[in-house]
């Protein structure tokens, strides 16, 4: 490798380490949005998704012009946008903010990231082949994982609500039909453009159920400045930058830098919110994490 690939792969990786960094942080933002501000999970994501949607959408016309609305020029496709907005980047905001209303942001984040393993048992099954060892390996991990992290080595008790399990494990879901799903949309008018219109839709969407202007709790210029970091950096700013790395050391390198998300949730939630951890809490969330990086490197 020369000396300008080398300084080429250490900025994309730090352009995918610095997304997984803030979303980690976003999460205990949050969480502490909920938990002092009170603060519905509902609205926040409404208005996450709304204005991320529309930069997103005013960067790709800025990009490519009026390309941006080609896929409404195919009814198929715009059934596929639909299903990928509602069921795909408003589910997995939903239901991640929701598991952390319920339980707390490294938590939530950690269960969210067993998306891989959902992943893995889908191909399994819609191929009609046993997974690899390497595969494996990682669903045992998650499981085992999963089990110390939501009942400390006891099978006889819960160490977080059922509620809280049960968003978490819906967000991993949710996660992994965002990950698979769009593939074909996204080879046909890129990331951009599909996330960007995702985002907008799944925030109407939302907003039909939650209004934005339905405003529940109170603000300060703490609160605002959360919020706004939540919206711009965590979810806009994150994103571009996550697509330029992927561009320099393609997806499999960038999800793996990015992995430090749930490191980075337990780490300012331990910093900023005075959360304990278990000894089984770590060790668990070890595991998880272990699959994650089984299922992403490859030879």
């Known amino acids: 490798m020369s000396n300008y690939q080398q300084r080429s792969f250490f900025i994309g990786a730090a352009l995918a380490f610095i997304p997984g960094v803030l979303w980690g942080l976003s999460g205990v933002f949050g969480q502490h949005l909920f938990q002092a501000y009170d603060i519905n999970a509902e609205w926040l994501v409404t208005v996450r998704l709304l204005i991320s949607g529309i930069l997103m959408v005013c960067w790709s016309f800025f990009r490519i012009g009026t390309d941006t609305c080609k896929v409404f020029r195919n009814k198929s496709?715009?059934?596929?946008?639909?299903i990928?907005?509602?069921?795909?980047?408003?589910?997995?905001?939903?239901?991640?903010?929701?598991?952390?209303?319920?339980?707390?942001?490294?938590?939530?984040?950690?269960?969210?990231?067993?998306?891989?393993?959902l992943i893995v048992l889908f191909s399994a099954v819609r191929s009609k082949k046993a997974p690899s060892k390497k595969e494996a390996v990682a669903v045992l991990l998650a499981l085992v994982g999963t089990f110390l992290l939501v009942t400390h080595g006891n099978p006889s008790t819960l160490h977080i609500t059922v509620s809280a399990l049960v968003w978490g494990l819906s967000s991993a879901l949710a996660m992994a039909f965002y990950t698979v799903y769009?593939?074909?949309?996204?080879?046909?008018?890129?990331?951009?453009?599909?996330?960007?219109?995702?985002?907008?839709?799944?925030?109407?969407?939302?907003?039909c159920y939650h209004p934005f202007w339905a405003f529940e709790g109170y603000v300060d210029l703490t609160a605002v400045l959360?919020?706004?970091?939540?919206?711009?950096?965590?979810?806009?700013?994150?994103?571009?930058?996550?697509?330029?790395?992927?561009?320099?050391?393609?997806?499999?390198?960038?999800?793996?830098?990015?992995?430090?998300?749930?490191?980075?949730?337990?780490?300012?939630s331990v910093i900023g919110l005075n959360l304990q951890f278990n000894v089984m809490d770590w060790i668990g969330a070890a595991f998880i994490l272990t699959t994650m990086l089984l299922l992403s490197w490859k030879k």
């Open 77 to 82: 496709d715009v059934t596929k946008l639909l």
């Open 84 to 117: 990928f907005a509602i069921f795909g980047v408003m589910a997995v905001q939903l239901t991640y903010f929701v598991a952390i209303a319920k339980s707390n942001a490294p938590t939530a984040t950690i269960l969210q990231y067993l998306f891989p393993v």
């Open 182 to 207: 769009p593939g074909k949309l996204q080879q046909s008018y890129t990331s951009p453009v599909v996330v960007g219109w995702g985002m907008l839709i799944g925030g109407l969407a939302l907003n």
């Open 226 to 268: 959360m919020i706004g970091f939540i919206v711009l950096f965590a979810t806009f700013l994150s994103f571009y930058l996550y697509l330029v790395s992927v561009t320099m050391i393609g997806a499999t390198y960038a999800s793996l830098f990015a992995c430090v998300e749930p490191l980075a949730s337990a780490f300012f």
